[in-house]
């Protein structure tokens, strides 16, 4: 879900200056490896989520105040497909809540690809649980279809948390969330083969502490590459890696300290997501003309 507005514009835009003029200064400031280029869809003008497949092709959604649909676009911005699923019948009109991020990954059925839709965001603290969709990836796209699909309904330990982070971890098979708010954000996880319409209480797996104050610091996307070995976390202000090691579980891997990966500061950048091939990520920020951000994963020592 969108912060206050108001507060974040106000709060933002200078800390952005001062942070973009420190980065140059400290040579660690890199733009996209791609030149950017418009996000045309006027349907994706919240876009809050993005998930790659084959292809370079975009799966991407918009958060709170949207149907229940999500949209396929091309690396070009190009509206390849809207793809409409029934969500919650309790949620009149829209069926969905807030919709905030966006997964791949494996599914019930061996060797088939699979699409997670995060109905996660809860800015109030309040929704007794929060909804993730399961959609079969397509084979074909149409400029409108319908897709079938499953939902799982998930509860927290410790009471209802705002979340924009939602992972899926292939070697551990479970769906991992990160809470978006506090100073130390929490990290959850349930089981991945979950049974349509279940209703599950999630595992805390651990904590995050991540540098910096206020909004500025707020957990707002996250993915995990598809063999399982690389993990990125970004907020508002930076994008933060890391590598796991062997069958550590994800709460361990980021008991680490992370690297600091390049991105170009965006007015509101709810989202990133690995290429298939985990050599690279994009990012993209909500509102018009937002643009695609392609970036190279480095090397590291």
Known sequence: MRPNTDRLMAFIPSRIAIFTFLLVLLGLGASAQNAPVKVVPAELSELSGLFISK?????????????????????????????????????????????????????????????YLGDIGDNGGKRPYVTVYRFAEPSKLSGNMQIQNDAVHLKYPNGPQDAETLMIDPISK?????????????IYSAPLF???????????????????????????????????????LKTYT????????????????????????????????????????????????????????????????
């Open 238 to 301: 930076g994008v933060y890696y890391w590598q796991r090691n062997g069958k550590e579980s994800i709460s361990e891997a980021l008991r680490r300290k992370p690297t600091n990966l390049p991105y170009t500061l965006e007015s509101q950048g709810e989202a990133i997501g690995f290429t298939p091939d985990g050599k690279a990520y994009y990012c993209i920020s909500e509102g018009k003309d937002a643009v695609i951000y392609r970036y190279n994963i480095p090397k590291l020592p």
């Open 174 to 186: 479970e769906l991992i969330i990160v809470s978006k708010r506090q100073d130390t954000v929490g």
């Open 194 to 232: 979950f049974k349509n319409k279940d209703t599950l209480t999630m595992k805390k797996q651990g904590s995050l502490y991540l540098p910096g104050r206020g909004l500025l610091k707020y957990v707002v996307a996250g993915d995990i590459s598809r063999d399982g070995r690389q993990i990125l």
């Open 55 to 115: 292809g370079n092709l975009i799966f991407a959604h918009n958060d709170s105040g949207d149907t229940s649909r999500f949209f396929a676009i091309d690396a070009k911005g190009k509206l390849i497909s809207t793809l409409y699923f029934k969500g919650d019948p309790s949620i009149k009109r829209l069926g969905v809540t807030d919709c905030e991020d966006i997964a791949g990954g494996p599914g019930p059925v061996k060797d088939k690809s699979y699409i």
